[in-house]
């Protein structure tokens, strides 16, 4: 009841204010919005089966296809090592459950 | 008094074990490493570094934490100094004086004036606090569920007044704060609420995902609009101590900063956005030469730069007293301190003394050690500054991915973060303040809860609200309040205040 209250008043101002002022807000950047999710979605769908190591690594990859200023061989050297330092601070650091390697890998 | 002598000896006690210190330091200077990056400001160092704080025990963890925020905050100035990039809304001032002060190489002075403001700030702010926290938290036991709801009522409406930008938008992101921590089982009923069936939301969504999705996320799509090398400060950084002139025009700025900023700070919604900014206005009245600010006068980094601090500590009072975070940051505090067992409200200070006074110990420790670590370490944090964001952005998304999996080893998680970015990014584009949404989905379930107590107490009757004087006072004061910043001639300084300065 509250939530649908809360809906509808939500509702009415965003209309409202959609209606009154119309600034405008400048042209969208889909380059980083779909980098960014895909990134992201990678992530979370390779991270229980691939493990920390590669995930990271690849996400990370993707990630700086945002934009055109990077370069491939310096952002190669820095994913290694963020993926390194990651693991090395949330894996042992911290102690974490995680699996760092992909699963068949392990066994 | 001596009762606040004894308690603060026993907070310092504490504060001074060496796990503590090491924390302390740990997150002081963790938090100005990150809050250095441009980009990030503090709300987003705390999400990204909440996950490392969980498995420490609980005092130990938000002293971490309030280091962290101290850190990320003078960070924050460093940039807006050096690059003339604020690292957070309430360091935009410092830009206008700051960056021009570096500009003409007297970089070193700035830096070491923000800091020594901020220390002078941080030491008077945390007697304020130690003061104000007993007789705050004697009022609060008197409250019952029906104060407590209209007092978060005056603390929602202050956060829509006190907001930048459009009121309606305000009111809109508070709404849909509200609504969105509505989501999971009902607290008394246990009858799934816009779960959609989904069992991963059966739990609501965690303060954290929200956090990093419009904080961190979203800024960095923004971030990767356009061109993102920056111009960097070319000239060396010489001189790094005050000349004797300097402290000297600078001491009154710092007081009157530190004195505004403690008030302000314990109003609910960016209390320190608006220290700032008031504090810049301030000087420039009382200042002999208004005319010079902007061309890099020492009395416009230092005033905002304790005002900012100082609002910074205070607004642990509302937190530490009430259990009410008044801002997006101390709503992180309270989903910290939940993760830990602690339940934020006036118990605290009865029932665990020594948590509250140890974090108001290290609030004045962290703030000795923010000026022991930065002044020597500038120079690193202007290496730091030259590291190109097409680096460092997949570095900050990764390291939130990881931050938010490690959190309950859940991929829904990391995917609802990465929606609230998306999310994030469109409320940027058009102007809606996320601040607002963080404080409204923190205080939902504190509202509902003692909304629902209230009338389980009364047997239904809406009146008790308006009958209690308390919370009938505090309703009237929130009327008030929204009648003001309707008003068009309050809603026009309201405007100006920020476009001004």
Request: aromatic share 10%.
């Amino acid at each position: 009841m509250f939530a649908v209250c809360l809906l509808l008043l939500a509702g009415t101002v965003a209309i409202w204010s959609v209606f009154t002022d119309g600034s405008d807000p400048g042209r969208f950047h889909l380059r980083g919005v779909t980098v960014v999710s895909a990134s992201v979605i990678v992530f979370a769908l390779c991270v229980e089966h691939l493990g920390l190591a590669i995930t990271t690594f690849v996400s990370f990859m993707i990630a700086a296809l945002g934009t055109s200023e990077t370069r491939w061989i310096e952002v190669t050297i820095v994913a290694a090592i963020f993926t390194t330092a990651s693991i090395l601070l949330f894996v042992y650091g911290l102690s974490l459950q995680f699996s760092i390697f992909p699963r068949f890998m392990m066994q | 008094m001596s009762d606040l002598v004894s308690n603060l000896g026993l907070g310092f006690s504490l504060a001074l074990g060496f796990q503590n210190i090491f924390l302390c330091f740990i997150g002081v200077l963790v938090g100005t490493l990150i809050g250095v990056l441009p980009g990030v400001g503090s709300v987003a160092t705390i999400a990204m570094l909440l996950p490392i704080t969980i498995g420490l025990p609980p005092i130990g963890a938000l002293i971490m934490l309030a280091g962290i925020y101290y850190g990320a905050q003078y960070g924050g100035s460093t940039t807006s100094i050096l690059v003339n990039i604020p690292g957070e809304a309430s360091s935009v001032v410092t830009t206008l004086d700051g960056h021009q002060m570096a500009l003409q190489g007297r970089a070193g002075p700035a830096l070491a004036i923000s800091a020594i403001g901020s220390f002078v700030a941080g030491s008077v702010a945390t007697i304020f606090v130690a003061a104000l926290g007993v007789p705050l938290t004697k009022m609060a036991m008197r409250f019952g569920p029906a104060e407590y709801f209209s007092l978060m009522v005056v603390g929602l409406i202050f956060a829509v007044v006190l907001a930048k930008g459009s009121l309606p938008k305000a009111v809109m992101m508070v709404l849909f704060g509200l609504l969105m921590s509505q989501v999971g089982l009902d607290m008394e009923t246990a009858t799934a609420r816009m779960t959609f069936d989904l069992p991963e939301l059966a739990d609501g969504i965690s303060l954290a995902v929200v956090a990093m999705g419009l904080f961190g996320f979203a800024e960095v799509i923004r971030n990767l609009e356009g061109e993102t090398s920056r111009e960097i400060l070319k000239t060396k950084i010489t001189g790094l101590m005050p000349k004797l002139a300097d402290l000297k025009t600078a001491s009154p700025a710092i007081v009157r900063g530190t004195i505004l900023g403690s008030l302000l700070g314990v109003l609910p919604g960016g209390g320190n956005i608006i220290a700032s900014f008031a504090a810049y206005g301030l000087e420039k009245k009382c200042s002999s030469h208004p005319e010079k600010f902007g061309t890099g006068v020492i009395e416009g980094v230092a005033g905002p730069e304790s005002a900012n601090n100082a609002a910074a500590q205070t607004s642990f009072i509302p937190l530490l007293s009430l259990g009410i975070p008044p801002n997006a940051v101390m709503a992180l505090m309270v989903g910290a301190m939940m993760v830990q067992g602690i339940v934020p409200g006036p118990q605290i200070i009865s029932k665990q003394p020594d948590l509250f006074w140890a974090l108001v110990a290290s609030m004045w420790i962290g703030n000795l050690m923010l000026v022991i670590i930065n002044l020597p370490l500038i120079g690193i944090w202007v290496k730091l500054l030259s590291i190109p964001y097409r680096l460092l952005y997949p570095c900050i998304l990764m390291f939130c991915c990881i931050g938010i999996y490690s959190i309950n080893n859940s991929t829904f998680d990391v995917i609802m973060a990465g929606a609230f970015g998306i999310v994030g990014y469109w409320m940027i584009k058009y102007d809606f303040e996320p601040a607002p949404l963080a404080l409204g989905w923190v205080l939902g379930p504190l509202l509902e809860e003692n909304l629902r107590r209230a009338m389980l107490l009364s047997h239904g009757d809406v009146t008790v609200f308006v009958t209690r004087p308390i919370s009938a006072g505090l309703l009237f004061f929130a009327f008030l309040l929204v009648v003001a910043a309707v008003l068009p001639s309050i809603r026009k300084r309201r405007e100006e205040v920020f476009v001004e300065a």
